[in-house]
């Protein structure tokens, strides 16, 4: 314990030298902001800042304005609610559209938070608009066959989105799984990678998927899967990531995070790559102690230069992970059941999560003391990995409805134990 105080010593010091630097003009406030942003001072004193309530279901999806000023959130309930997170209040409530759950709402950027678009089990893609008066009018825009989970926006365009789901369909390509997340690389956003029921990310050129005279339209540029996985286990990706150099993080379902250098690919067909090729996973990074089982989970990069990544778990608790060696820096109780969604804030070190709780809880670093790791956190993770571990030996097993419920009671009895544990928002 000496051993950590010092070093959470050394980081407090760290970030009251960079103000210093900053006030007498050695260091410019950009500068200054993004190194104490990134500061592991910050990191651990992270703590609730506060819950926003106002949606009936599971909120299963939140994203800030490009400003950071509003959070946009969409649930269960398909109403979408637009809020001013920091004074914990709604501004604007309106119905979806969408006749099954809403998996995902984003602002488009350029268009002064007057228009957002959304996805949702029923496979449509809706957009809705700001009219004056503060009416929102919605209409589908496009449609897929099933459930549909994740957007990404083209970066700079008020106009361009891409959805992915169920039936295999982005735009006009379609690979022969069931997708689940995609992701546009924010230094070329010609590249965007895709993920699903397989354990393959795969990297494609929306230039090549438009040149219907070559015969290689639908070939991914390059893949990415740590080399355990390739060719076997029943494995699929929830969450895809990049961080601002094009660094590729992958969120596989009830497996790790992976962490894919621009190297690292197995190029178009992974099923020819060379032994002697394979040897470069070996330094893949990953991250562990989570577990990603029962719902469809993000992953994030956190820090202005994505020095931490950042999951949901079953287990209700937001983890934070150093980038750089994989180190647990924070477990935090963020659902009583299951954290699904964890939206960094776009300029600052602030989080929103959401599960399968009706809440949205708001993370700022405002604690006054420094939170460490819960007592409990090796619990915890031995809980997920014994969970882990259960689930792949247990074949075809089915358990009876009465031994269901007695794992449900048990975890329900052990995720108030948890929490009774945590440390109160005041602190």
Known sequence: MAAIDEASGRRAASCFFEVGQREIGLSSSRASSC?????????VRMSQYGKLRGHSGCVNTISFNPAGDLLVSGSDDTDIILWDWLAKTEKLTYPSGHQQNLFHARVMPFTDDSTIVTVGADGQVRVGQLKQGGEFITKQIG?????AYKMALEPGSPHI??????DGLVQHKAPCVRLNTIAIDPQNPNYFSIGGSEEYVRLYDFRKINLESSSNMNLPVDTFCPKHLLMGGEVRITGIAYSYSSELLVSYNDELIYLFENY????????????????KLEQLQSYSGHRNFRTVKGVSFFGPNNEYVLSGSDCGHVFIWRKKGGEV?????GDKHIVNCIEPHPHFPFLATSGIDNTIKIWTPSSSKVMQLPQYANKVIASNWRERQFYASRGEVTLSADVMMRILRLQSTQSELYANHE???AD
């Open 161 to 166: 989105l891409y959805s992915c789901g169920e």
């Open 35 to 43: 190194r104490i942003s990134g500061s592991e001072g910050l990191i």
């Open 423 to 425: 440390p109160s928002a």
């Open 264 to 279: 690292m690919g197995l190029g178009p067909n992974p099923e020819s790559t060379q032994p002697e090729h394979l040897d």
């Open 329 to 333: 820096m924070r477990i935090m109780r």
């Open 143 to 147: 449609e897929h066959h099933d459930r």
